[in-house]
């Protein structure tokens, strides 16, 4: 997926000149670059850490929009723009085009209304691009989507913040984002002069949203308020609709979607290099350029090492200070250290004579940091170009790889020996790439390992865990960035092998040397939490060596069964597309939102309230469509249509073109740290998200195939592993019984809530009891249970609260939770995983109420991820100790995925689920349902 950020110029600005409003940063001419500055270290951190595809930049402009004109006070309380931002704009519109990122500008709207157009219509043109609209503003709520996120910059503290339609919903407490335009228009928002509804704040909106779904709902039904609140909302009824009016941000400015013009470019040094000479930048030259104002003191040579230089290996560690050539030169004023201000050895080692020597210092080492250096970052496909070593601070040894194959294996096997020694300990960052890569040339990795990248992973779960980032943080240095040696991401992006070699020698020794730099501080970190030691190195690292093996075996793919699916959802989808047609009673674009609206809500007047942008576009999201089901054929056809397109683009045609060639099999890429919680995903593809919800959608699974005619797909699953967690930790005797005793806990929760015969449960009241025991762990609401049930709040507030009069343990759990949370500013796994609630404590209703829930959420969630860790690190051990055929290919969530040897399932299916079952003691009995078939779907 490519990314296009695009930047809200005025608020970047206003932002970063009162981040530094106590220090301001003042050129010796007297100019305030404060704003500069931080609107450049904004665009600076976005390019170097997201490798953005597209940019944008938008401003504002001293024209009225259409909101002056038609509420002359829009904005007009707002104090004088300070005299330094005003100087400043002419300098970061400059700065902006000297980085050869295009102008968002147009007379007439405002920043967000551009943003909003382009954001839009991006998502519209290209199924591939996601769409990052940069700003602090509260207001783009509105906007976000699937392919449409909100990045907030890092401020006060608080990391960056990258909101989807599930975040907006969470801070702002509503249903869906469609109603953060009905909150500013009951609130009002003051910086914009917006008035809203006397008396109405935040808490008070957001409880008139939840009851009333809409501004205009409400208004509609004010007979069922009472009071002051009533009065208002009376009187101050049309204020109400125009605040929500002037809320909105427009979708039809009248600018083109160019995509070619927003490509990501280098800078331009013509224009660049004066403006940062004019503005005193001198830190920011040498990030953006590459290179330092001053002159700064050389560091000794990094030797070629070839057989006749073999003290190399064995010399003193290089000092710490700078060594001038011939003369007392300028210090660099960067503010992180960097190679070139960093004393270092980094040798060259070439030749058999070299390797061996180099192997030999390394075999006398407890550890020893190394790196691999490759064609590719899909490690199946990924040829050896070179491996770094270190053992100690501020030395390390880069060896280059022959491209011949042959040559490269035959080197490659000098190293077998040192990698499999069980004693030494081996580091890496993201070392389950390494394993992958040296799999390719038959080296196995043996005894312990430690990854920096998953060591901070359990530190700081929340944060980047990247090499660069980390060392920023730790060591205040700045690693040689990739873009130097190939280019930035895309079509143009280089080779490593096309890479000089003095330079890659450069580059690659850093990483093993910064690496190894880096594990004393992140040890130091750990030991904060000894739980957090114990699950580093009996899960995460034991983990990576599993997932490796599984990202290696890959996954076998019916391709001509996918072929035949296309041309199936092809004739459906054309078929589907005439019954819509003809039920219209006209031809239209279906992917049109416009043409779709005027038939739904014009022609067809499916719902006279049928919510409208200001321009006049009706809303036909799926929700609005799924509501129309009942009322309409034509609803549900359109759902059938967009349903079929999405199976055929996404995963029907999308799988087969992602087949190696190498193996002729599917190999995805699982993450091990990204998610707070602790779960694994995975990417190229992302097999967590293969449909199971749809009859169409499970059809897919069909497509999973065994490796070959001796094999079949075993599929083992825990079967509602969270609710048994809750039962564990609450202790909850009602719960815990049900479990133990193998009885239908959703059955035997309907019972106790509707006072009934366990034998006299209905499959309605299963049904909201299902709903309600898995909806409690995510803290659901009244209002959200009545959305999933389709009941009223009044009905679904009575089901939680008998919930909890019957389970009154899980109840108290939650509280504890919280309170936990409170005091401790975290919640723990059972294993000691931690989960930092920093918002736990906040004022703000909405970012607590997000965080509360999380207390509850993430020790459950996060303990079930642990447990099918424990047990795919002891199942793999299984197979291997048994040296059986069948092979562990797949982790889904709660469900382990095999290719299982028609000879050896039977056993497998004992010891598996033995194994799953047994994998964390936790006073609950757990439970799996183990599947066999000649596919996935079959199996599961």
């Not at 944060?463 to 060591?475: N, T, V």
Request: proline share 4%.
């Amino acid at each position: 997926m490519k990314k296009l950020f695009l930047f809200d110029a005025m608020a970047l600005i206003y932002r970063a000149h009162f981040a530094f409003a106590k220090t301001p940063r003042i050129s010796s001419k007297g100019i305030n670059t404060s704003a500069v500055f931080g609107f450049a270290n904004t665009i600076l951190e976005v390019i170097n850490k997201e490798k953005p595809d597209y940019l944008g930049v938008a401003f504002d402009t001293p024209k009225p929009t259409f909101r002056h004109i038609e509420y002359t006070p829009y904005k007009a309380q707002r104090q004088e723009q300070p005299e330094d931002i005003t100087i400043a704009i002419p300098y970061v519109k400059r700065l902006v085009e000297a980085m050869d990122i295009p102008m968002l500008i147009l007379d007439g709207y405002e920043a967000d209304d551009v943003i909003g157009t382009i954001a839009k219509k991006a998502v519209r043109a290209n199924p591939d691009i996601e769409v990052y609209m940069m700003t602090p503003d509260k207001d783009y709520g509105q906007l976000v989507e699937e392919r449409i996120k909100m990045y907030k910059p890092a401020f006060m503290g608080k990391g960056v913040e990258v909101l989807g339609p599930k975040e907006v919903c969470q801070r702002w407490n509503i249903a869906n984002v469609d109603q953060v335009i009905d909150m500013l228009g009951l609130m009002g928002d003051a910086v914009d002069n917006i008035p809203g509804i006397p008396g109405v704040g935040e808490k008070t909106a957001q409880k008139l949203i939840e009851q009333f779904g809409s501004l205009e709902n409400l208004l509609d039904n004010t007979d069922q308020l009472k009071g002051k609140l009533q009065e208002n909302l009376i009187n101050f009824r049309e204020q109400g609709i125009l605040s929500k009016h002037l809320a909105r941000i427009m979708l039809e400015v009248p600018i083109e979607y160019e995509e070619e013009k927003l490509k990501a470019t280098p800078p331009n040094r013509a224009l660049l290099e004066p403006l940062l000479e004019e503005l005193e930048f001198r830190t920011l030259r040498k990030r953006i350029l590459g290179e330092d104002e001053p002159v700064v003191a050389k560091v000794k040579a990094s030797p070629k090492v070839d057989a006749n230089q073999m003290d190399m290996f064995g010399s003193p560690a290089p000092s710490t200070a700078t060594t001038p050539d011939t003369e007392e030169e300028e210090v660099s004023t960067t503010s992180y250290s960097n190679l070139s201000n960093t004393a270092h050895q980094y040798h060259l080692v070439q030749g058999e004579n070299a390797i061996k020597s180099l192997i030999s210092f390394l075999d006398r080492q407890d550890s020893f940091c190394f790196d691999t250096e490759t064609t590719s970052l899909v490690a199946i496909e990924a040829a050896l170009v070179g491996m770094s070593f270190s053992y100690r601070k501020g030395e390390a040894f880069y060896v280059p790889f022959p491209e011949d194959p042959a040559a490269c294996q035959a080197q490659a096997d000098l190293f077998k020996a040192i990698f499999a020694k069980e004693s030494t300990i081996k580091i890496a960052q993201n070392i389950k790439y390494d394993m992958s890569v040296l799999r390719n040339y038959g080296i196995e990795i043996k005894g312990a390992t430690y990854d920096t990248m998953l060591a901070h992973y359990l530190i700081e779960p929340e944060k980047r865990h990247g090499m660069d980032a980390l060392a920023l943080a730790y060591l205040s240095y700045e690693p040689m960035s990739i873009e130097n040696l190939i280019g930035k991401k895309g079509a143009k992006q280089g080779n490593m092998r096309e890479v000089e070699l003095n330079l890659i020698k450069e580059y690659a020794a850093e990483d093993a040397d910064i690496t190894l730099q880096l594990k004393p501080f992140l040890d130091k970190q750990l030991t904060t939490n000894p739980k957090a030691v114990q699950l580093l190195h009996e899960v995460e690292m034991p983990l990576a060596r599993v997932l490796s093996t599984i990202e290696c075996e890959g996954v076998n793919l019916d391709v001509p069964f996918l072929q035949e699916m296309s041309k199936t959802l092809e004739a459906d989808s054309k078929a589907v597309q005439e019954k819509i047609f003809a039920t219209a009673g006209q031809e239209f674009n279906i992917a049109s939102p416009k043409q779709l609206g005027e038939i739904l809500f014009e022609k067809l007047k499916l719902d006279p309230k049928a919510k409208k942008t200001k321009t006049g576009q009706y809303m036909t999201g799926e929700e609005v469509l799924t509501k129309l089901e009942a009322e309409h054929e034509i609803a549900s056809l359109i759902l059938d249509f967009r349903e079929l397109q999405k199976l055929k683009s996404t995963y029907v045609d999308a799988l087969p073109a992602l087949i190696s060639p190498k193996t002729g099999r599917i190999h995805t890429s699982f993450m091990q740290a990204v998610t707070a919680t602790g779960r694994l995903s995975s990417k190229d593809p992302n097999l967590q998200n293969i449909p199971i919800r749809t009859v169409r959608g499970r059809e897919i699974r069909k497509a999973f195939i065994p490796r070959d005619e001796n094999h079949l797909i075993l599929s083992a699953d825990y079967s509602q592993i969270e609710l048994r967690i809750m039962a564990a930790f609450s202790k909850d005797e009602s719960m815990l019984d049900a479990f133990n005793n193998g009885l239908d806990v959703h059955k035997a929760t309907a019972a106790k809530v509707f006072h009934v015969p366990l034998e006299e449960v209905t499959s309605d009241m299963r049904r909201k009891a299902k709903t309600v025991n898995f909806g409690i762990i995510y803290g659901v609401s009244a209002f959200g249970l009545a959305a999933q049930l389709a009941i009223s709040r009044t009905e679904a507030k009575e089901i939680i609260d008998q919930y909890f009069v019957e389970f009154p343990k899980v109840k108290t759990f939650m509280d504890q939770s919280i309170a936990d949370a409170r005091e401790n500013g975290y919640v723990e796994t059972v294993l000691g995983r931690r989960r930092y609630l920093r918002d736990i404590l906040s004022a703000n209703m909405n970012e607590r109420g997000f965080a509360e829930r999380n207390a509850i959420n993430a020790p459950i969630q996060g303990s079930a991820a642990d447990m099918i860790k424990v047990a795919m690190i002891q199942i793999q051990d299984f197979l291997e100790r048994e040296n059986l055929k069948s092979k562990m290919i797949l982790t889904v969530h709660d469900e382990l995925v095999f290719d299982a040897h028609k000879d050896e399932v039977d056993y497998l299916k004992t010891q598996i689920n033995k194994i799953m079952c047994e994998a964390m003691d936790l006073g609950v009995a757990m439970e799996t349902g183990i599947g066999v078939g000649e596919n996935w779907l079959e199996a599961h």
